[in-house]
């Protein structure tokens, strides 16, 4: 049985409840790798989640951030759920209130279903293909500016970078001097959720993982983004999960400008 999207919703809502609960608390903090932590709270929350998937839609496939796969294969499930229980773990686990709760749905190997919510805001983030991308039930779309001198862009510094052979950080330099500006917020699920709302002009990111960006991808092309790799390869939901989310004015000038810092640091 395929999801409703009113269902993503309330799961998330849930799972934010857990989330705004231990905020600001003493947390039980490891850490999976540099840079990489994770507390009580990741894992409650997921485990709520993946109790409410197998309750209302048994026999579904699931992948999560903490305890991976369940039910099946992703390559053989018909019916897949990408979890994110609570992304943004440094900022909660140091009190700074910018995180989300990402869940995407994927039928027959296609993301149809998105929802990333943000339990401090209260503000809900969802979109189902074809039906257009809703903040707390108002529609939203990407941003109009045509301009990179006036963009406001996001982007991330994954620490798993280095295997794809990228850096990251000559193009932050870039975008800094040349735009209206770069933020790192901290949770790249509801960075682009900010920018299908329109309050960024655009984002990239060089490697994050299914579960960061699968609701997201949903949520952003349905408010009217171009969702590409680094290359312009709109098939991007595989590894390193690479991408660029811009409005379809900005989206080929960003492109270029990327393509081009690229070449010239492969050539030094």
């Not at 999207?5 to 231990?22: H, M, N, P, R």
């Not at 909660?92 to 869940?103: E, K, L, N, T």
């Not at 917020?185 to 960061?212: C, K, P």
């Amino acid at each position: 049985m395929i999801p409703e999207i009113k269902d993503l919703c309330t799961f998330a809502e849930q799972a934010g409840v857990i989330t705004v609960d231990g905020f600001g608390k003493t947390h039980q903090v490891t850490q999976k790798g540099i840079q990489d932590p994770v507390t009580e709270i990741d894992q409650k929350s997921e485990n709520f989640l993946i109790r409410q998937i197998n309750h209302f839609y048994p026999g579904h496939t699931i992948l999560c951030e903490e305890s991976g796969l369940h039910n099946g294969t992703i390559t053989a499930a018909e019916h897949v759920w990408y979890l994110d229980p609570l992304d943004g773990t440094m900022n909660y686990s140091h009190g700074v209130p910018f995180y989300s709760i990402s869940i995407g749905y994927a039928f027959k190997g296609e993301l149809v279903l998105g929802v990333i919510y943000d339990p401090m805001r209260h503000e809900c983030y969802c979109a189902e293909k074809g039906k257009g991308a809703y903040l707390n039930g108002t529609k939203i779309q990407v941003s109009r500016e045509t301009d990179l001198r006036y963009a406001l862009l996001a982007t991330g510094f994954n620490m798993k970078i280095p295997e794809t052979g990228r850096d990251n950080f000559p193009l932050f330099k870039h975008f800094m001097q040349t735009t209206a500006g770069v933020r790192r917020m901290g949770s790249a699920a509801l960075e682009i959720a900010y920018t299908a709302a329109g309050r960024l002009d655009g984002m990239w990111e060089m490697h994050l993982s299914a579960w960061d960006v699968a609701a997201g991808f949903v949520i952003a092309r349905e408010a009217g983004a171009v969702v590409s790799n680094l290359k312009g390869d709109p098939n991007c939901f595989h590894v390193p999960f690479e991408f660029l989310i811009a409005n379809p004015i900005l989206h080929p000038l960003l492109l270029k400008e990327i393509e081009l810092m690229i070449e010239s640091k492969q050539t030094e």
